[in-house]
Every structure is written in structure tokens, then in C-alpha cells.
């Protein structure tokens, strides 16, 4: 309501579809944008109303897809909205709305975790744990299509049952359940001893077993065994953001020339405003394009729930901060 006029470079997109995505309220705390009330909802899809003047790349009714920067003060949960031209990218004709929002995000993390950070290239071996998830889903997708060979890990049988569905199916699929299964020794035993070239957790455990209880923890993997598994130059790609190295397992990489990076897909809004927008121009967009090409040409099948309505949006939006949606939310307007 009441939207004020739209800027040089602002673009009013009417929203068809936004997807709902866990909000790290830590992260806005630590760099000074955490407030009272914080706008829900960043990856969106819609079609173009109106543009400013100085646009170049949109024009009106054109469909777009994009994700709204870290700072922004407008909801994607908005029927119409104010967009600066450089966070959004056109949507293919063929890719319907839910899907062109669902799959933005995690495709920036698979992009920023297996291109930026370790370079996924044929014949590497690449780890995918909980492969099941959005994430996990979009990452073994990006990693097969530049000819790895992929292993991943299923929390549950139902998880195990879709990775096995998958249209191009994992080399292994590790069931850790039932908490038996040694990851690092079914990691080897897959690579001929040789390790696994790319590793993508989903979280570690950091501690022994009596200290971590949940019933989540019980099902990670502990940091030896990553570094066990790892091998000779390999790349751990980690999403725990409190790894804590000890001076063994910082020797272990060492020995084995592998280096350990930490996946933060905020990055391309973190720099300082300048320099960030000058990334997110150079390099975000490409990958944004990328992301909905390989959509439209379905190399990418995110893992989506049905499409939800607006007034759904409360409860799922819950559902999603406490990390308990087994799959990626959209509100469908």
C-alpha cells in the first residue's frame, strides 16, 4: 500500500510467487540490520508493471525472477513491489512461477558452493550430505551435470527412496538413519580408497555424542569423519558456521593439501555496499540467468512443496525458522 514513486532504477513488479526462506536473525544482528519487525520472504518471481527511467535491461510485462537484497525493507509478500533493476533477471516462458522462486536460492548456494568455492569439474567425486533437502537436491543436480560423480546421504527411508528416483541416480546413496552406517568408511569404500575430491555438509557435529543430544545432531556427521573421507587436495565446503578446528585435524588437512571453506551465499550483500553491488552485478546475475536456464531446460527439478496461498503464509513461514519444512515453501499469489 501506498508505495512512494518509482525511482531512476527502480523497477514495480507485481508478485506471482515468493518463497519463503530461514531468516538469520544472528547475521542481521551482527552486521546492524536486525530490527523489530524484518520483512519476510526475498526470492520472487513476478511480472514487470512500470520501470524508471534510467532501466535498461526490463521493460513493462516482462516476467522476471530475482532475490531481494539483505537490506531491503520491502516483503516479497507484497502484491506489488519496488525492485532495483540490478536484483532481478528474466524468466523463461516455460518455467512456472512456484518453481522460478523455490529454486533461486538454493541454486545461488549450490553456484556459490561447488563453482566458486571448489570448482566441481568431470570425474571429481563430490559428497552431497542430506541430498533429500532443496539444497541438496539442487546441488547433486549441478554436480552431475558437470559430470561428477555424486554420493549423498539420506536422513530417512523416504529420503533414500527419492535420491534412488532421482532421474540421473547418485553412485551411492548412504542411509544414516538408523545411525550404523559409517560415512567415511562408505566414502572410501566408494573412491577406492581414494576419498571424496568435493565434500557439501549440512552441518557437523563439533562435540562427542553424550554432548550433542538432538535428534538432528545424531545424524551428522563428525568433523573426523569429513576430514577422514576427505581426499588428497580435496575441498570441504561447510555450512557450520562455529566449526572449530583443533591443531590435529588442522595437521590431517594439512597433510592431505585439502582446504576447508565456509558456505555463506549472503556474501554477494556483504561486502560494502559498493563493492557489493559491483558483485552482484558482475557475478550474481550470470548466475541467476544460469539458474533459470538450466531450469527451463530441466536440468534442474527443485524440491518444492505445493504451492501455498497468502493467507497460509504465517504458519508455513514458522514451520520454516524452526527448520522443520522438509521442502522448499512458496507462496503463490
Known amino acids: ?19 519463503l526462506s530461514w531468516i538469520d536473525t544472528k547475521l542481521l544482528s551482527e552486521i546492524k540490520l536486525e530490527k523489530e519487525l524484518l520483512p519476510v520472504g526475498r526470492e520472487i518471481a513476478g511480472v514487470v508493471l512500470e520501470v524508471g527511467r534510467k532501466v535498461t535491461f526490463l521493460q513493462p510485462d516482462d516476467e522476471v ?16 513491489i519496488l525492485v532495483h533493476e540490478h536484483y532481478l533477471v528474466r ?15 538454493d541454486g545461488v548456494r549450490a553456484y556459490t558452493a ?44 523416504e529420503d533414500k527412496q527419492y535420491l534412488e528416483r532421482l532421474r540421473s541416480p547418485v553412485a551411492r546413496v548412504i542411509d544414516v538413519s538408523n545411525g550404523k552406517i559409517d560415512v567415511a568408511e562408505s566414502c572410501l569404500e566408494e573412491t577406492g580408497g581414494l576419498g571424496v575430491d568435493i565434500v557439501l555438509d549440512a552441518g557437523v557435529k563439533l562435540y562427542n555424542a553424550e554432548d550433542e543430544s538432538t535428534s538432528k545432531s545424531l545424524l551428522l556427521p563428525h568433523k573426523h569423519d569429513i576430514i577422514t ?5 580435496g575441498h570441504w565446503i561447510t555450512t557450520e558456521k562455529n566449526l572449530q578446528l583443533d591443531p590435529p585435524d588442522s595437521h ?6 585439502a582446504t576447508v571453506s565456509f558456505l555463506n551465499d549472503e556474501i554477494w550483500n556483504l561486502s560494502n555496499i559498493q563493492q557489493g553491488k559491483y558483485l552482484y552485478i558482475l557475478l550474481m546475475i550470470p548466475i541467476l540467468e544460469d539458474i533459470m536456464e538450466k531450469l527451463s ?19 508455513s513461514m ?6 522443520q519444512a522438509r521442502k522448499r515453501q512458496v507462496i503463490q499469489f
Open 229 to 233: 573421507l576427505l581426499g588428497v587436495g
Open 91 to 105: 524468466k523463461p516462458e516455460k518455467v512456472c512461477w512456484a518453481e522460478a522462486a523455490g529454486t533461486v536460492r
Open 114 to 157: 561447488l563453482h566458486y568455492l571448489s570448482q566441481v569439474s568431470p570425474r571429481k567425486s563430490v559428497l552431497v550430505m542430506d541430498g533429500a533437502s532443496p539444497f541438496g537436491t539442487i546441488a547433486i543436480q549441478l554436480a552431475q551435470h558437470r559430470g561428477a560423480k555424486v554420493i549423498s546421504t539420506a536422513c530417512s527411508l
Open 297 to 315: 531446460s530441466s536440468i534442474f527439478r527443485p524440491q518444492l512443496d505445493e504451492p501455498i496461498p497468502l493467507y497460509e503464509a504465517k504458519v
Open 1 to 19: 500500500e501506498n508505495l512512494p514513486p518509482t525511482r531512476d532504477n527502480d523497477v514495480k513488479v507485481q508478485v506471482r510467487a515468493c518463497a
Open 65 to 80: 525472477v530475482g532475490i531481494l537484497p539483505l537490506d531491503s525493507e520491502e516483503s516479497g509478500l507484497c502484491e506489488v
Open 318 to 323: 514458522e514451520i520454516v525458522q524452526k527448520n
Open 252 to 257: 590431517s588437512l594439512f597433510l592431505k593439501g
